[in-house]
């Protein structure tokens, strides 16, 4: 079955670096996405990687190994308005989003 | 402005009724989704639909009807309401079908069946 796998929940400190691991298991890969939901709101795109290596973009970067199935995203300079959900989501063969449950990031001062 | 909107915000039913929830996007995409965020936060595809014609309909009960009048929006009706219908309904568009691209959400419909 197609599966993708991230931590529940993070707690990280506020100015600190944090980075958060999602694997997958997919019948195809056309891409692999980040979200960010904060609680009670949609969730909205941060980034999308569909070849191996990192993107950078401000304080968020996400790194991907289609061969080992990996990604991670990385959130530097935290701030306290990073506290949210970070859900994960890879395009399938048939270009259907397959979600991860999402990591809660707990941010504190 | 609003690229993606969603009517109505919170709806609050009782079971065994039937209700639309109404979903328009004005960026001109053509392709439209329904999704189900549970209480564990997983969130399920439902339908998809592009230029107006069906084309994910994932298993779900036929009590969930998507009807795409047009291709700025796609409303979902539901009958015959149950306790576990009880979700976060969100609505999303993306610029193309077979594309990867960004998917633009809705600000959702919390709704709860009493």
């Known amino acids: 079955g197609q599966n993708i796998d991230q931590p529940t929940e993070m707690t990280a400190t506020e100015g600190a670096i944090v980075q958060i691991n999602c694997t997958y298991q997919t019948s195809g890969f056309n891409g692999l996405f980040w979200y960010q939901q904060h609680a009670g709101e949609a969730p909205t795109f941060l980034s999308y990687n569909v070849l191996d290596g990192l993107e950078e973009k401000g304080r968020f970067s996400s790194f991907l190994s289609r061969s080992k199935g990996y990604s991670y995203l990385l959130l530097k300079e935290l701030q306290m308005k990073d506290s949210a959900s970070y859900l994960c989501?890879?395009?399938?063969?048939?270009?259907?989003?397959?979600w991860g449950a999402g990591t809660k990031l707990i941010i504190k001062p | 402005d609003t690229a993606v909107s969603q009517t109505p915000k919170y709806l609050v039913t009782q079971m065994g009724n039937d209700k639309s929830i109404k979903c328009e996007q004005n960026?001109?995409?053509?392709?439209m989704y329904w999704y189900k965020q549970d209480s564990k936060k997983f969130l399920k595809i439902m339908f998809s639909y592009n230029n107006k014609e069906l084309i994910i309909n994932e298993t779900v009960p036929n009590r969930f009807s998507p009807k795409s009048p047009d291709k700025a929006h796609l409303n979902l009706h539901i009958n015959s309401l149950e306790l576990g219908d009880s979700a976060v309904y969100f609505c999303?568009?993306?610029?193309?079908?077979?594309?990867?691209?960004?998917?633009?959400f809705g600000p959702g419909t919390r709704l709860t069946v009493l």
């Open positions: 960026l001109g995409h053509d392709t």
């Open positions: 989501a890879v395009a399938d063969s048939n270009y259907q989003l397959i």
């Open positions: 999303a568009s993306s610029p193309e079908w077979r594309e990867t691209d960004t998917q633009y």
